[in-house]
C-alpha cells in the first residue's frame, strides 16, 4: 500500500522534531511522495528553513521516497484544477490512480479525497491514533498539540475529537 504524505504534514511533523511519529502510526517502513512535494521540500532546504533537514536526512536514507508520474499520471494531474497547489495535484493523481492513502492538513484536499473516495489521513486522524493505538495518555497528546500549535502556528479545531473513543 501506497502512502503518501503532503508537504503540509511532513512540514508539521518536522517543526517538532517528530516526524519519525508517522512512521508507528502507520506502521509504515517507508513513505512515499509526489515529484512536486519532494521539489517543495528541496527548495525549502535550499531556502534554509532549518526544520526540513529531518526530512532531507529520510530522503537520503530511503525512508521517504518520491515517486515519479507515468505519462498518463501527468496528464491527469493537468486536469486537477489549479487550486490545488502542484504538490497536492500530482500526490492526488497518484493517490486515486494506485489506490494510495494521502496524509494530508489540507481542507480542500481533504473536500476532494472525499468527493473521489479516496482514502486519506489529516492531523487530527494521526493525533487520534497516537491516543488510541499508540496509547499515548490525554495529557500526552495535549502537550503535542500544544506544541503543534505553537511550533506550526496552526490552531486544531475540535480537540475534543481527538479524545473521542
Known sequence: MIILLDTNIISTFSKIRKLELLYDVFNANVFY??????????????????????????LQKKKIIPLALTSEEKIKANEIPLSFSKGERDSLVICKERSGIFVTNERKVINYCKKYGMIYFDL??????????????????????????????????????????
Request: glycine share 2%.
Open 124 to 165: 487530527r486522524d494521526i493525533l487520534k491514533a497516537v491516543y488510541i493505538f499508540m496509547r499515548f495518555s490525554r495529557n500526552e497528546v495535549s502537550k503535542l498539540i500544544k506544541e503543534i500549535e505553537e511550533k506550526d502556528n496552526i490552531i486544531i479545531k475540535d480537540k475534543k475529537e481527538i479524545f473521542d473513543v
Open 33 to 58: 511522495i509526489s515529484p512536486n512535494v519532494h521539489s517543495e521540500i528541496m527548495i525549502a532546504k535550499e531556502k534554509g528553513y532549518a526544520f526540513v533537514t529531518h526530512a532531507v536526512d529520510l
